[in-house]
Nanobody, 118 residues
Framework: QIQLAESGGGSVPPGGSLRLSCAAS??????IGWYRQPPGTPDIKREL??????????NIVGPFKGRFIISYDNAKRTVYLQMNNLKAEDTAVYYC???????????WGQGTQVTISS
């Protein structure tokens, strides 16, 4: 079992910034990162935003490059998502996820709401 505790969501105006955190506990994981789910979209339409691989590589998915930054604190087992120059279309619930080492099972956090509104 992997437990994921997210924090850092909120409401900011366009052009603002937010930093999301996700602290992992429990079993080891190979991959950890972030998805997001815009309002009105089903679970299967969650968008991959950023992730850290099992070898420590940090990746931002194409559409988010230049605005979002992923980082990881190994000692705290915490992944961060720094989001800059936020736009209205970034409004979504942001989910932390992790893939358990060995069994490959996905675990999800409870989600944190990010709202971009003037």
């Amino acid at each position: 079992q992997i437990q994921l505790a997210e924090s850092g969501g909120g409401s900011v105006p366009p052009g603002g910034s937010l930093r999301l955190s996700c602290a992992a506990s429990g079993s080891p994981f190979s991959i950890i990162g972030w998805y997001r789910q815009p309002p009105g979209t089903p679970d299967i339409k969650r968008e991959l935003v950023a992730y850290r691989t099992s070898t420590g590589n940090l990746n931002i998915v194409g559409p988010f490059k230049g605005r979002f930054i992923i980082s990881y604190d190994n000692a705290k087992r915490t992944v961060y998502l720094q989001m800059n120059n936020l736009k209205a279309e970034d409004t979504a619930v942001y989910y932390c996820y992790a893939v358990a080492t060995g069994i490959g099972k996905n675990y999800w956090g409870q989600g944190t709401q990010v709202t971009i509104s003037s």
